[in-house]
Structure formats: structure tokens, C-alpha cells
């Protein structure tokens, strides 16, 4: 037997590394693979959000435009604080089944509702220095999801618990070139970090490089399947182990705006908001369990792993490029006097996260990258406002939100689908200066259908059935 496994480490440790590495990278990764719509987070304004953000920079009156569209503060007569908090319900399971390289069913169950409830808080001030110049600042959280499915699922080896957050601080400032046109910009600090964790099928691994060295010509197929029954008897299927990945980066951004008065009743704005590119910086830990950890400190398998520089599934540090995208947003709105309604268009560049590639610092882990291919992906909104009387106003609101994933690049971390949302909401002016808002609304998501595969080849076959519910409250005050 030792014979056997001398033989087989040494025709096939490039093979080795690269599907060790492999298995870091699909941890990795999969959270970029989850944003998108599904981590987009249009989430900073219990007033937009009543009427599912049409009109979220033209409707007048909201503060959160000092991050959304800088231009529109010239509506903003004055000095205003608001705070605002959304708990935003997401629910979502999965049904169907799961294979490893070699076509075993993998044992467990459907992993629950890895859904979760998490609060988005925003802040935002702005004041006027002059008749023309207007500055602001905001804290926001534009991308952001988290899901956590149970220990023992079926998909176990795509994901567990998947927790991505960027989080912005905004510095804006207008000028009204006219009375009815004004220009505005923004820059942008971001923090993004992720925290995944995911199952590693150690037996997998080792059936998967036994296959590749038969294939690729470095074993014979019948020393081949000799050694598939010494790992199946070493690393028998359940021998897994967990790996953690955290890292997070800054990076700065910046955002230019416009906003039109067309007449005296209506009102037109265009943003666009850069990308933000990152490099995550993190680590990676790895639990394993006992028969793997004498193999890999064995007599036989030690020495190989010490002349690669390195023992895989060891902590290491390591690094990944990533970009949070471009967003362009035109916005509309129509005033009359008992009622205001109007309409938002945004487009989402997904379509520049091609690829992920990971470099590592312990050298037997080489780089690696896994394809995306993502495309560019449109929110439409249309809304309006009811002035019941001086002191309340009603609103109610639909959206579109497409997603930029497809059934080939789709994953459980989260499984996005083209939404639509029914909203609802209004204002209670208290006083002059102050005033309240709250809003619901409601996310139906078309049924995600996947064919995941992880790194070390375990297919996950089904879809997931989601859905979302948001509250939002926010206190305005004018100083």
C-alpha cells in the first residue's frame, strides 16, 4: 500500500495542488458568485422604498440623495439630518439532489431555510452653504446578503454560511449652474468584506486526483482503481472538513449627477455611479479530521508536501481582485396637487465580472480562477405619492429587478432570480421640521433553478424557492 501511494503522489502532484487549490478557491468565491441583484441593495430610504424607489431622486423631500444622486439636493432648501433602518426578511430553500465526482449520491438533507432577518441602516445629512451650493454625507450598505443553510445538507461542499457587506461613506456636493439645472458629485469610500464557510469532501479530493492521473496518463487504470479503493478505505466518503474564509478591503469610488427642472411640474435626473475596485485581502482555516491528518503528515505524503513548499489545507493568507459594478440610474417625477407619480430606470454593468482569481501565499496553493460571465442586469420601478392632507401622505409602488446569474452560474450562497416588488408606505409630517416615514414591501422571486458544481466536483442539482420582506422606518428632521 505505501508502494502504491508513493507512486501516485509523485506522478500526480501538480495534479494535487491544483485540486487542493481548487477546493480554497470555490470557497472563496462563492460569495461574488451570490451578489449581483441578489446583493444589490436598493435599501436606504423608507420613503423611496414606498413606492418602490420610482422617483428616488426627483420626488423631493428625501435626504438619501446626497447618496443616490448628488444633484438633487438643490430640492433640499436648508439643513436636514435622517436616519434610516430597513429589516429586510429573506427566505429561501432548496429542493432537489446531489452527486460527488463519481456520481454518488451525497447523503443529507435539503439544508432548511438558510434565509435570514438582518437590519440596513443608512444615514444622511445635507446643508445649504449658499443659493447655489449644497453639500452632503451619508453612511449606506449598497451591496449586502447573508445566508446559512444547516450543517449536514446535501450542499454542503457549495455552501454554509455565506455573509457579504460593503459599506459606503459618501461626500457630496451640488451646484445649481441654473434655476432649473443643477450638477452634482460624489466620492466614495468602501469597505467590503465577506465571511463563508463551506464543507470540504476530503474523499472527493482524493478520488478526483486518482482520476486525473488516469487520465491524464500518469497511472494505469488498473493501479488506478487499486488506489480509488485504498482512499475509499484511508478517506472514506464523510471525511469532511470545514473551511472559513474572511477578508475584506477599502477602496474609493466616485459618483456625478444631474438634475433638471423640465417644467414647473416636472423634473428629470441622470446618475452614474463608478465601480469600485478591491483587492480582498484574508485568510483561510481549515478543520480536518484525524485520518486526513495522518495521511497528510505520513512518511509518504510529507516529504512530497514539503517540496511543494507548502501542506495544503493549512492556514494561509491570500488575495482576490474583485469590483463592486457601475451603476447608471435615470429618474423621473411628475408633480400635481393632490398626488405625484413618476418612474426610476437603473442599469447595472455586471457585466465586467468576467472571472475570479485568487493568489495565495503558501506556494501549495498556485493561482487559480474560476469563470462568471455575468451580464448586465435592469431595475425599473414606477410609483407615486397621495397628499391625504397637510400632515399625511400615501404611496404605493411596483418594480422589475432582473438578474445578471443564469442556471450555469448560479449557486446556493444565493440563489438569485429575476424579482418583483409590491410596495406601500406614507409620511406623517408631525411638525414643520420633523417628520416620520414607514414602508413595506413584498419580493416575489422567479423559482432559481441551479446546477452547481463545486471545486473538488460535487454537482448540486435543483432550485431554491425565495422570497423577501422589507421594513422600513426613517425620521426626517429639518433644521
Known sequence: MQMSFRHFSRAGRPLTLAALSLAILGSLAAPQRAEASAF???????????????????????????????????????????????????????????????????????????????????LFFATQLSDKWHVGGAFTV????????EQNWIGRYNALKSKFTSLDGTLSVSYDVSDNFALGLSGIAQKTSAELTSAINYNAVGLGLVNQAVMAGALPPAMGQALAQQVNLIVPPGSDGIARIKGDDWAYGWQVGAFWKI??????????????????????????????????????????????????????DGTAPFTTPAVATASYWHQAEKFGFGADVAWTKWDSFKNLTVYYSNPAQPTTTEVFNWKNSWYVSIGGDYYLNDKVTLRAGLALDTTPTSTATRDPRVPDGTRQLVSFGGTYKATEHFELNASYAHIFVNKARMNAVSSTGDVLSGSSDDYGNLLSLSAQYKF
Open 263 to 316: 417644467t414647473p411640474n416636472d423634473k428629470l435626473a441622470l446618475d452614474y455611479r463608478s465601480k469600485i475596485s478591491h483587492t480582498i485581502q484574508g485568510t483561510a482555516n481549515f478543520s480536518m479530521p484525524a485520518n486526513v491528518a495522518a495521511l497528510l503528515s505520513s512518511p509518504t505524503v510529507a516529504p512530497l508536501l514539503a517540496g511543494a513548499g507548502g501542506v495544503p489545507f493549512t492556514h494561509t
Open 142 to 149: 449598497p451591496f449586502g446578503f447573508q445566508t446559512e443553510y
Open 40 to 122: 444589490q441593495l436598493h435599501e436606504d430610504s423608507a420613503k423611496a422604498m414606498g413606492r418602490a424607489y420610482a422617483g428616488s431622486a426627483t420626488a423631493g423631500g428625501d435626504v438619501s440623495v446626497v447618496a443616490n444622486n448628488p444633484a438633487a439636493m438643490t430640492e433640499l432648501k436648508g439643513t436636514y439630518f435622517q436616519a434610516d433602518v430597513t429589516a429586510i426578511n429573506f427566505g429561501t430553500k432548496f429542493s432537489g439532489t446531489a452527486h460527488d465526482v463519481l456520481g454518488r449520491p451525497i447523503s443529507g438533507g435539503n439544508g432548511g431555510d438558510a434565509g435570514t432577518t438582518m437590519p440596513v441602516p443608512a
